[in-house]
């Protein structure tokens, strides 16, 4: 602990030497290390302009010898993010262990940089759809077997079904033994429009008969190679889906690698009000991934390392992992029926979109 009290006291020193040698008046109030980066809270003086100092993000990089730093405003301060040389991963079942309780309808997603637990609820009315958006090694199809994973951990089969498109057969493959699983993946385009056009069916029946449960959670992997494959009937089934799933009780969890507009249709898209979004190539793709002019997505670390976008702002965090040995105990357990669930916590009362626990 010593070692990094001093570590981060030399850092502090060295960012506020970059600001000095460009005449900024600011201070780093404090700074914390968190399982992916290291983080500086910074208070400029009321004359500094913004932008004056996020230019200076390549040369506070060069002065701590990080490969890059990221700074944004958060309220009245600034925030200066380098890499942790030392990332922990964060894996799922030891969280839960240090949850008492978890909500109905709740998707377990990772950790704070304070260490906070971050959770999802999917009926709530800013949710609803989730866009998981990463390029290869981001870690996204993995934080979404994460979602998918700890909706069936916390909620029974009467509460939660899922169902899983897969176009590759792969990402979502380690999910088909859960018992909450409706007729097995997906993973041919006929089978995926036909899965589409049942759930389409299924929820206006729903509609019709004013209820919206078990809810029923719309895994997809590889949402573009779908779309490729599928053309605009599955653009269609979808952005239907994303439309008036919610009162039905139909939740989407989309994966994909790049959300442009020439991939992913403007109404699809639009449908998506949370994004889940990991590294990408450039700060155009981060852009068009969330929404947000300089959110910072592409120097994000990569490997579990997530922006939660919701109307604008923004929450980094470690995505939780779900090994094959972890899932495999969580298929053993589900399987034993009710009391397998005591493994974890009961479900609460509903609460809202973003938790905190």
Known sequence: ??????????????????LARHHVQA????????????????????????????????????????????????????????????????????LCSRLQRVPAFTAILGLEPDGTPLMLRLPAPDVAHVLVVGTTGSGKTALARTLLASLAMYNRQNQVQL??????????????????????????????????????DEMERRDRAAHSRPA???GIDELADLL???????????????????????HLVACTQKPTAQVI????????????????????????????????????????????????????FQAAWLGPDDLGQVCRVLRQGIRGLRSWSAPPPASPAFLRS
């Open 163 to 200: 169902v899983l498109i897969d176009p590759k057969g792969r990402g979502f493959g380690p999910l088909a033994p859960l018992p909450h699983v409706l007729g097995g993946i997906a993973s041919t385009p006929a089978a995926a429009l036909d899965r589409l056009h049942w759930l389409v």
């Open 1 to 18: 602990m010593g070692y990094r009290r001093r570590t981060l006291e030399m850092q502090a020193d060295r960012i506020e030497t970059v």
């Open 228 to 250: 490729m494959s599928g053309g605009t009937p599955v653009e269609q089934l979808l952005t239907r889906l994303g439309q008036r799933g919610r009162e039905a009780g139909i």
């Open 27 to 94: 201070r780093v109030e404090s700074g914390e290390v968190t399982p992916r980066f290291v983080r500086f809270r910074l208070i400029p003086d009321g004359a500094t302009k913004v932008n004056k100092i996020t230019a200076l993000a390549d040369e506070i990089a060069m002065e701590l010898d990080q490969r890059e730093a990221r700074i944004y405003r958060e309220g009245a301060a600034l925030q200066v993010e380098v890499p942790n040389a030392q990332p922990i991963s964060v894996r799922l079942l030891p």
């Open 265 to 316: 249709g403007s109404a699809l898209k639009a449908n998506f009000p949370i994004r889940l979004v990991g590294a990408v190539a450039s700060r155009d793709e981060a852009r068009y991934a969330t929404g947000v002019t300089e959110s910072g997505a592409e120097k994000l670390e990569g490997k579990g390392d997530f922006l939660l976008v919701a109307k604008g702002s923004t929450i980094r």
């Open 216 to 218: 029923l959670v719309v």
